[in-house]
Structure formats: C-alpha cells, structure tokens
C-alpha cells in the first residue's frame, strides 16, 4: 500500500492525542526526557541511512551547495514566518483548540523528515522514515494535547494530505525514469536524507540547531548529478 506510511503517521497522530487526554499531568522533566529518546533514535536512523554511500564525494558537493542555496532562499526563515504568519491568524482566535492544531500541524508538517520519507514511500514502497516519524509525532502529540488540549488530534489529517501528495507525485514521476537510474537516485537520496536525519536528531537532543530545511535543496542537486553522471558519464 503507497501510502501506508502517510496513514499510520496520521494514526500515531490520533493516538498519541487521546493518550494525550488521558495523560495531562506529565511533568516537564518526563518530556524533556522522552524527547531526548526519541531524538537518539532519529540519529540512529539516520546514521543508518548515512553510512551505506558509494558517491561520498558527490554528497558533500551536494550538501554545500544545497546549502548555500537554502541559505540564499532562507527557506528555514521563510517556513518560520509561514509558521508565525499561522498561528498569529489562528491560533489565538479560538482559545487552546486553535492553538493546539496550528501549533502541531507547523510541528508534524514542517520539515525535510516527511518530505524525505514520503518520497521513500512514493518511489521504493520504502515506510521506514515515516515510520520513525510516526512514532516520534505519536509521542509528540501526547506531549502537546496534554498542553495543548484535543486541537492536535486534527493536525493529523493535514499531515496526511501533504504527505500522501509528496508520496503520490513521486509515484508517477517514477514510471518516467529507468529501473537503474531509479535505484542509483533512491540510493542517492536515502543518503543524504539520512545525513539530514542525523541533523534533525542533534536538534531535537539540542545538542546543535542546525537550519536542516536549508539543506533540501541538496537533494534536487544530487538527483541532477546523479542523473548526469549516469546519462554521459
């Protein structure tokens, strides 16, 4: 099933809010520690994905210049405004159940873990990343709703949309590239996706903060590389 990673992300979703419901006297101190293991995790995973690469060179390219673009465009600032822009109209209008589903839909949606897994998923049937995102916005949302209250159980249902799109689209881009270029590109972007899964679990242990969303660009450059060499090279 395409988009089986989509459904139990938004499914881990519902869960952890009516968990969430149940739970709300969780102590900071709890949250902040099952954080941190959901960030360890993240790493592992992205180590994982990282360390299975045969074009090393072409992903350093990639991600410097990946970034120097992301930088140019300041997509992380941008999705940042977009996120205030959001809660400033809405999330303040209708008290905490507002709040909750604007606050956690910017959460679940953005970033480059859900982009990065439902391409997986679009293009090798691959549902590892969403998985572990699944179980990271599962924990999330019991944190948020027991903050928040039940407004983060609907984030789930934008989460699905914009996933399921990103995974249908590179479905039907799929029949347009050959078999062997297809598995170098998959390759390819579980690579550097997972370097940027590394980053995304180094911010959530805060042991750094990196500007991972800067670094998206670099997967549209490794793709074009990658198809290059393989067309001429």
């Known amino acids: 099933m395409i988009l089986l990673g989509s459904v139990v992300n938004s499914l881990a979703i519902i869960g952890g809010s009516l968990l969430g419901t149940i739970l709300r006297n969780i102590s900071e101190q709890t949250k902040d520690t099952v954080t941190k293991g959901i960030g360890l995790g993240v790493i592992a ?19 410097c210049l990946g970034a120097m673009v992301g930088e ?9 405004r977009f996120g205030l822009f959001l809660q400033k109209h809405f999330a303040k209008t209708n008290g905490n ?6 606050t956690s839909t910017l959460i ?9 897994g439902a391409i ?10 969403l998985y572990t995102k699944a179980v990271m916005d599962g924990f999330m949302a019991i944190m948020l709703t027991a903050s928040l209250g039940l407004g983060v159980l609907f984030s789930s249902l ?17 029949s347009y590239v050959p078999h062997t ?8 972007i579980s690579q550097i996706g997972g370097l940027l899964i590394v980053a995304i679990g180094l911010n959530i ?8 969303s800067n670094f998206l660009p670099s997967l549209v450059i490794l793709v074009l590389f990658l198809t290059l060499k393989y067309l001429y090279f």
């Open 205 to 212: 242990i805060k042991l750094t903060k990196i500007r991972v």
């Open 108 to 116: 679940f949606v953005i970033g480059s873990m859900g982009i990065i």
């Open 120 to 129: 997986q998923s679009g293009v090798s049937g691959d549902h590892q990343t």
């Open 72 to 80: 140019g465009l300041k997509i992380e600032a941008g999705m940042n």
């Open 97 to 102: 159940f507002a709040e909750g589903f604007v």
């Open 181 to 188: 270029l297809l598995t170098i590109l998959m390759a390819g």
């Open 45 to 63: 995973l992205g180590l994982q994905m990282a360390i299975k690469t045969d074009s090393f060179t072409l992903i350093i390219i990639s991600l």
């Open 158 to 174: 934008p989460v699905f949309i914009y996933q399921a799109l990103i995974t249908l689209l590179a479905s039907v881009l799929v």
